[in-house]
């Protein structure tokens, strides 16, 4: 599932932008079909011009009914009434998205004998300062298990003892879930960490669900800005 919201906050519109020929959107949703690693692969929108931008190509879309501040909410109501076990969430924004990264956190669930795992996610070493500062990065710390233990705009851990060496690892948008797990995230209010950092990943942690964290070496380029997008139109040439 691609959620993709128009109205994009910092970047209204950006997965309509151009990437070498094609729409950003349709470039994500390109690259998660070509994966192989999914029965299905949707378009969950608010809009009718992501939807026809996609359908028009050939693809699927659905049109969200409601309306949802968040990712994981459109794609609770999409897959309501779908038989599913597993669901993956691949961010409207990532035409990088690549197989290796992506069959990674679907392991984690073939692993999971016990299903003590309620979501899977990635998260890559980043070492440059200034991405670490960037509000629009967000860090996240895990466990000695890789288990999520926060996700932060800031950085975390803040490094208050300079002889310990910091690793930094920077949180890419992409989940996969169990379908209880996101049920359980669309009917849980928000509680004031996530409306705080507004990022949704505290939602579970907040109420108590598992998040593995899987580490991947693919950075990406992930187009919150303007300026993102002419690094994804460099790299993509």
Aim: glycine share 4%.
């Amino acid at each position: 599932m691609i959620p993709a919201r128009y109205a994009a906050s910092r970047f209204p519109g950006k997965l309509m932008q151009d990437l070498s020929g094609k729409p950003v959107i349709l470039r994500t949703y390109e690259a998660a079909i070509n994966t192989q690693l999914f029965h299905e692969v949707f378009v969950v929108t608010d809009s009718a011009i992501i939807f026809d931008t996609i359908v028009n190509a050939g693809g699927k879309a659905i049109m969200s009914i409601k309306e949802h501040d968040c990712g994981s909410d459109r794609i609770a109501e999409a897959v309501t009434k779908m038989d599913v076990d597993i669901i993956v969430n691949v961010q409207g924004d990532e035409p990088f998205t690549d197989r290796e990264s992506l069959a990674s956190v679907l392991n984690v669930f073939k692993e999971d004998t016990v299903e003590e795992i309620d979501l899977a996610s990635l998260m890559v070493r980043i070492s440059d300062w200034e991405e670490i500062n960037n509000p629009n990065t967000v860090k996240v710390i895990v466990d000695n298990r890789n288990f999520a233990l926060y996700f932060s705009r800031s950085p975390i851990p803040y490094p208050r003892n300079e002889e310990i060496e910091n690793i930094y690892y920077k949180h890419k948008g992409i989940y996969a879930f169990r379908k209880r797990a996101l049920m359980d995230f669309q009917r849980l209010p928000m509680l004031p960490l996530e409306a705080k950092e507004k990022i949704e990943a505290l939602r579970y942690l907040e109420y108590g669900k598992k998040i593995k964290m899987v580490e991947t070496v693919v950075s990406g380029i992930e187009i919150d800005t303007p300026e993102d997008l002419k690094r994804a139109q460099a790299a993509w040439k």
